[in-house]
């Protein structure tokens, strides 16, 4: 079983940075694809960003030169700039067993291992 746990989540101004960080462990950590989705309150959970074991990329135009996703053995994590306030949600790691696709990648019900979030809050 897989295990994810984030971390970096935080209140900030409009402009701002984060970095999120999802630790991973448990049966060989990493997987296939990882990814940041995040859920604000009434709406719909949304994938953010995706990265493949191959190190190959997959961002939400909303956040497209804004945000970058990297991995290293046992690590996730999201680099956060220039952040707005409709940036502020609950971010969640997530991980699956196959490679992400551009068409899929913000499918959440394909990731079947999920971390229990941080909250991101921007202020204006």
């Known amino acids: 079983q897989v295990q994810l746990v984030e971390s970096g989540g935080g209140s900030v101004q409009a402009g701002g940075s984060l970095r999120l960080s999802c630790a991973a462990s448990g049966y060989t950590y990493m997987r296939d694809c990882m990814g940041w989705f995040r859920q604000a309150p009434g709406k719909e959970r949304e994938g953010v960003a995706v990265i493949n074991s191959d190190g190959s990329t997959h961002y939400a135009d909303s956040v497209l030169g804004r945000f970058t996703i990297s991995q290293d053995n046992t690590n996730l994590f999201l680099q956060m700039y220039s952040l707005k306030p409709e940036d502020t949600a609950m971010y969640y790691c997530?991980?699956?067993?196959?490679?992400?696709?551009?068409?899929?990648?913000?499918?959440?019900?394909?990731?079947?291992?999920w971390g229990q979030g941080t909250q991101v809050t921007v202020s204006s």
């Open positions: 997530a991980a699956r067993n196959d490679r992400c696709r551009s068409w899929d990648f913000s499918a959440a019900y394909r990731f079947g291992y």
